[in-house]
Each structure stands twice: as C-alpha cells, then as structure tokens.
C-alpha cells in the first residue's frame, strides 16, 4: 500500500479528482460540502488497475488552511500533484511544492484538470508552463496527465501512471519501530477512542501496549481498521485507524504520536538543516515567531542558528530548534518552518540530532552516527540507537566510542592500576565504561573488586594476620596492630570475617557451619546457644557473632530460643 497526498492551489479539482478514483467524496463535513471547499484532510482509497492499493491523504488547497495541510503531508509516500488548465501555476501551487521538496517527497505524479473547460492549445501551454515551474524540482520528469472530471477522460490513463507511481515508489522501511503521527481523533459508538494516521516503521498487532507521546501515555491497542476492515495487525506504509483503550478521546489530539514503547526517544529540541526559501523577502533569524511542522503536529518553537547570525533566501545552514514539549523523532525526520506573524512559509529541512549535547556556538551537526559517538564519548548502545535509529556493535561491553577514545581510556587506566601499586585500583570508582575496559587489559586481573597487574601478585594471599586469626580458631584474638587496611582487603577477598566486632577466620566459619550442622543432625527439633557453647568449647563473646553469621548466611535460623536448620545447612 502506497499513500499519496493531493497537493495544488484551490478550486483546481483536488477532491473531485480523489472523489472520481476512489467513489469517496474527501469532503467530510457539511460546511465543506455547502462551500464546495475542503477545510481539513480528507482520506479515501482505491484499488489500482494492477490489484495494487493506493491511499488518498486530500489536503486543502487554500492558503488560511494551510495547516491542515502541512498535517497531511508528514508521512505520505507520494503526491498526486493537481493545477487546473484553466488557470495555470498559482501560489499554492508553488508553495505546496516548496512544502513537499522540503519533506523529502522524491514522488509524484501531475494532473492537469479541468482540460474540458480549455481548447487543446491552452492545454499544451498550461502543460508547457507546468513543466517550466516544476523543472529541477523532484517532479522535473514525473508523468503530467490531463484529465476532465465531468466526462471521465483521462482517468484510465492516471490510474495506469498511479500504478507506476506505486511500483516506483520505495515501500516504507520496516525496523520494528511502529510510529503514527495521528490526523484524526474521534469517538466510535461503543468502542471508544479511535485515532487514525499513516503508520510508518513497525507493524502494530491487537493487544500491542504503545505510548502516545508527549506525556508517555501508555494505551492498548482494542482494535485495528485500514481500508475499512477490521484487521489483526497492520504493516507499515498503510493508513490505520486503531482503537485505543487506557485514555480518553478529549486526551488526544491531531499531532500527538502513537509509538513502540521503548523504541523512541521523546525530545524537546533538535538540531537540523534549515534550507531557506529562494522566494523568501528576507534573511532568517533567530528572532521571528515561528511555528514547526513536525508529523502531523503543528508546535510554536525557539530558533538558534547554528554558525551563522543570519541565513539568506535560498541558503542552507544549520539550527537548532527549541519545542515546548517532547516529541518522537529521529535523524532523517523532515519539518518545515513558518513564521506565524508575517505568515509565510520560511523553509524546512531534515533533523540532523535530536538530542544534541554540543553547546550550540560549537555545535556542527551532519546527521552521521559516527558524530553522534564522538559527541557523546562513550555511549550505550541501546541509546545510540535510540538517538540515531541505527543499530552498531558495540566495541566493547554494550558501548559504543572512537577507536581513539577507546585506545586513550585503556592508556589511562592501565597507568592509573599501575601507578596504584600492589593495592591496585578500586574498581568502583571507575565508571561503567572504564570497568568494562579493565576486562580488556593484558596482564591485569580484577579480585575481590579492585583491579591490579597480575605481576604484582596478590599481596594479601599468604599475610600473617590471617595466620594468626586462623590460628584462633573459636575464639579468636585480632592483634592490636593490625590495620584497617589489612584488615579491610582480607575481609573482602573473604578470608576475614567480620560480625558484632568480632574477626573470624574464614575456616572458623566454615567449621561452625560443619558443627551446626552435627548438631542438627541429632536433634532437628533445634539446639540452644547453651548447647552451641559447650560444643565449641567457646564463650557467649564468640557464640553469639558465630550464630549470627550463620544465620545471616541462612544456614540457621532462629525459632525462639533455638537455632533450627536453614536453607543452607550443609548436609
Ligand atoms: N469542468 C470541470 N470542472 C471541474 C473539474 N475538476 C473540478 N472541477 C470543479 O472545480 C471546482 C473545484 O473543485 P474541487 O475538487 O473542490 O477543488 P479543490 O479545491 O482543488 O479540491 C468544483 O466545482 C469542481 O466541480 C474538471 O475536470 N472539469
Ligand atoms: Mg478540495
């Protein structure tokens, strides 16, 4: 399935042309009908003589409307681009075309309506004069048919050029990561809430969880219509009416976004290309009230120029743009930019950054994912993708940098574990990424959370101190000289253990454990600390830090005044 879009001035027979292929009258609502005159966006579809699907998005062609047409337009394939014989190439017809270039549309097929009402003279000049405005534009060799609406003539032959618009025409790209600007919100009689809109990248199934965007609103998905038929799940490239549980009809509105949950990253600001109209009276600055056109949404936004005080008409340079909420995009999103107070189409152009993290005096934004990296340094894989919608392998752990940051992390870090000595680096103080390093470097070895040159040896491996504790046995005496240090780095590799103040041997423990275990072997019903004592040969001192151990370690466990077994008793 294709979707295309009407574009051209008003009254040059948009929705008559959408009514005479597809037999459904665009045209909504009343007041549209009475004035003859679309005011909002109208959807029909038709199937090709082929068997191929098209979708119609019908857009308004006055210029008061033009919003509305800017909201059709932000997810259409292709666009069926219509100037009437009669009167030839108008305003709209120019700044449609501007507004379709600017939002990458490559496709297109031209229709010359009314040529009932011209002679064929007429007819060629219009065609002449068509061609001359859409020469170097993206529409420079689509197919110019001419067409009469009251007789039918010319019809079969835009059905034969739709059918090659379609098969010329890339089908949207599918990357599991569904994505609906909403047109149309309304309520079904019984079945509540019903958004529409041109799905693009991701299929979307009955029961899916998604999130309208702003607000991470989550919602079920109670049903799902295209061409309208109920369906199980939707391919993108299709217009889709879905069903939406978990929020109210007055919560949404055209311009709100339906995603993925967790595969889009909402954002309150981008960085882009700005192409500035040739057309244009005027340099672009930051200052101006501008509106832009993003989706299906329409949204008020702060302009910063990115390496330039001002941009000339029928130049490109970069901005950054400022929204006041987030919304889900990613780099290749297009927009165009209005200014509200004087009216008029500024330019668009193509979102390079959605979360740009360069200030933006140093910003130089290109769009690629190797930028993206070497901004950010170190980076999650899993949020570069959500950044720039591209999957990379990870160079190391699940992060992804520059191999030049890769190989000065690894220097530094190996000199910091160097210069530490025999103690080597505390692997907690580093961050995620250096930790990751670590795991990398020849020749060191990470125990008991600290990372040292493997040369170096375990300093604590055969240390006195817990000779001398092991030696205690029970009842062990720590000597008053004994460091915290030492103290601490025996008790993390787990030779040492502490309770209630009192340093154990890790053996000590162990054979409390084996003696716990005999003693609960001939009386499961439990043993006092009494009984414990006399067996271990020790005092309350030792007794009752020994208990505790083994009940921290679930081996015992306390039932009133006796230790029972627990889940870790050795056998
Ligand atoms: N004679 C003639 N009239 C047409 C033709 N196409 C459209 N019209 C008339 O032109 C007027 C405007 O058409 P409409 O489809 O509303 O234009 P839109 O504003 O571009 O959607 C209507 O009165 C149509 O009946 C055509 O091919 N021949
Ligand atoms: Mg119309």
Redesign the pocket.
Known sequence: MRVVATA??????????VFALTGTDPDRFEEEKRR???IDLGFAHATLPSGAGISFV?VP?HVRFLRNMLAGVGAVDACLF?VAATEGWKPQSEEHLRILEMLGIRNGVIVL?????VDAESLEIARLDVADHVAGTFLAEAPIVA????SGAGLDELRTALDELVARTPRAPDRGRARLWIDRVFAAKGSGTVVTGTLVDGSVRRDDQLVVEPGARSVRVRGIQTLGAGVDAIAPGNRVALNLSGVAQDDLHRGDCVVAPGRWRASDRFDATLDVLATLGHEVSRRGAYMAYVGSREVPVRLRLLGADGLAPGTRGSVRVFLPVPLPMLPGDRYVLRESGRDETIGGGEVLDIAPVTKASHAAPDGTVARAIAERGWVDVGELELLTGVAVEPVIGHWATTPELLEATRLRVRTAIETAGEHGVDTAALAEHERAVVLTLEGVIVQGGRARLASSGDPYADHPLAAAIKAGGFSPETPPDADRTTIRELTRRGLLVERDGVLFHSDAIDDAAALASDLLGADPAGFTVATFREQAGVSRKYALPLLAELDARGITRRRDDLRIAGPRLPA
């Open positions: 051209g001035h008003v009254d040059h027979g948009k929705s008559t042309l003859g005159l679309t019908d062609g219509v309506t009314k040529r009932d009402l067409v009469a609406a009251p």
